[in-house]
């Protein structure tokens, strides 16, 4: 157990973290998403598939469209090849090769709805499948239409979080920092942080979390314009009072983040989570500055890349050390 936390050990835990006491791994992962797997239900009825579209990257998201439409029309292709290419007028029968891929590209213009008239189906088990081709074409394109707007409409906070916590000098004692900001041209006002933290301590032999509200020095700031460095002071209120780097290097920490902010565009309320354990936390250190003025000095030049940056810093003697 960690040095100082024995004096804390006696306040009472937040009850309404969301988490177990005995609950294993990160609670969230850097993503924002909880790090849960769920058993008991069949993977149809687990995942919502809107939901894991929706939330997929961008080139994952593009990726599994087109994997998916050439997979569907090679699909295709192979049943009206079995058919029988009779079946089809307008086909190149030079050699089997050229034969399929004319076959794919019809299956892909049936798909589609386009119907150069090329190739047209010839016999009722070929327009059978054309049909229901084009009329699972045309499903899987409304499909698909929902799903681009759905991710373009859906309003984010776009926030970037820094990789890294510090542990650096503040006022007169030392403070928890990491920092955050918008990195797309939207306009975010009445920002607010929650934190709060899981300690893993040992009681009676088991290991167990207790979570902890931490307290911010500036926990809401009227307009997100440029990074906002979120600090929570170390003193007697704070359950890392007394913290050694080797106890926070050796004590299983997560530090969980919440930001909320209104999206003035979307005329919407905007959520977006991360966390940092004790891997992620440096201690002795103090971000550098990541704006700047710009040649003419009539802008401000915010650099993104200068997010992780840190110096180290020097810290004063640990307070509240019982030893």
Same mark, same amino acid.
């Given at each position: 157990?960690?040095?100082?936390?024995?004096?804390?050990?006696?306040?009472?835990? $937040?009850?309404?973290?969301?988490?177990?006491?005995?609950?294993?791994?990160?609670?969230?992962?850097?993503?924002?998403?909880?790090?849960?797997?769920?058993?008991?239900?069949?993977?149809?009825? &687990?995942?919502?598939?809107?939901? $894991?579209?929706?939330?997929?990257?961008?080139?994952?998201?593009?990726?599994?469209?087109?994997?998916?439409?050439?997979?569907?029309?090679?699909?295709?292709?192979?049943?009206?090849? %079995?058919?029988?290419v009779e079946h089809l007028t307008g086909i190149d029968k030079s050699d089997p090769l050229n034969?399929?891929?004319?076959?794919?590209?019809?299956?892909?213009?049936?798909?589609?709805?386009?119907?150069?008239?090329?190739?047209?189906?010839?016999?009722?088990?070929?327009?059978?499948?054309?049909?229901?081709?084009a009329f699972l074409g045309l499903l899987t394109f409304a499909i698909a239409t929902g799903l681009?707007?759905?991710?373009?409409?859906?309003?984010?906070?776009?926030?970037?979080?820094?990789?890294?916590?510090?542990?650096?000098?503040?006022?007169?004692?030392?403070?928890?920092?990491? &920092?955050?900001?918008?990195?797309?041209?939207?306009?975010?006002?009445?920002?607010?942080?929650?934190?709060?933290?899981?300690?893993?301590?040992?009681?009676?032999?088991?290991?167990?979390?207790?979570?902890?509200?931490?307290?911010?020095?500036?926990?809401?700031?009227?307009?997100?314009?440029?990074?906002?460095?979120?600090?929570?002071?170390?003193?007697?209120?704070?359950?890392?009072?007394?913290?050694?780097?080797?106890?926070?290097?050796?004590?299983?920490?997560?530090?969980?983040?919440?930001?909320?902010?209104?999206?003035?565009?979307?005329?919407?309320?905007?959520?977006?989570?991360?966390?940092?354990?004790?891997?992620?936390?440096?201690?002795?250190?103090?971000?550098?500055?990541?704006?700047?003025?710009?040649?003419?000095?009539?802008? $401000?030049? %915010?650099?993104?890349?200068?997010?992780?940056?840190?110096?180290?810093?020097?810290?004063?003697?640990?307070?509240?050390?019982?030893?």
């Open positions: 157990m960690a040095r100082g936390f024995r004096q804390k050990i006696r306040q009472k835990n $937040t009850e309404n973290s969301g988490f177990g006491s005995n609950a294993s791994g990160r609670f969230i992962n850097r993503d924002g998403l909880p790090n849960v797997k769920r058993k008991g239900v069949n993977v149809f009825n &687990r995942l919502s598939w809107y939901h $894991t579209m929706l939330n997929l990257s961008t080139f994952r998201f593009l990726s599994y469209l087109i994997i998916a439409y050439v997979l569907v029309n090679l699909l295709f292709a192979l049943i009206y090849y %079995l058919i029988g034969e399929f891929i004319d076959v794919f590209f019809f299956s892909s213009q049936t798909f589609t709805t386009v119907g150069y008239g090329r190739i047209a189906p010839v016999g009722f088990m070929a327009s059978l499948v054309a049909t229901f081709e681009f707007y759905g991710r373009f409409s859906r309003p984010r906070a776009y926030l970037r979080f820094s990789d890294i916590a510090v542990v650096g000098p503040f006022q007169d004692g030392t403070a928890l920092m990491f &920092r955050l900001a918008p990195y797309k041209n939207n306009a975010l006002t009445d920002a607010d942080v929650i934190l709060s933290t899981a300690i893993e301590v040992i009681e009676d032999g088991v290991a167990k979390n207790n979570f902890y509200r931490l307290d911010t020095h500036l926990s809401k700031i009227n307009t997100l314009a440029l990074n906002w460095t979120v600090v929570h002071k170390i003193d007697e209120n704070s359950p890392f009072y007394g913290f050694s780097e080797e106890d926070f290097k050796n004590t299983n920490i997560e530090i969980i983040v919440q930001v909320r902010a209104f999206d003035e565009v979307f005329s919407n309320t905007v959520v977006q989570r991360t966390s940092y354990v004790s891997k992620e936390i440096v201690y002795g250190a103090k971000f550098s500055l990541m704006y700047y003025p710009d040649n003419s000095d009539l802008t $401000t030049i %915010l650099d993104l890349d200068k997010i992780n940056d840190y110096q180290k810093a020097d810290l004063p003697a640990i307070a509240g050390d019982p030893e």
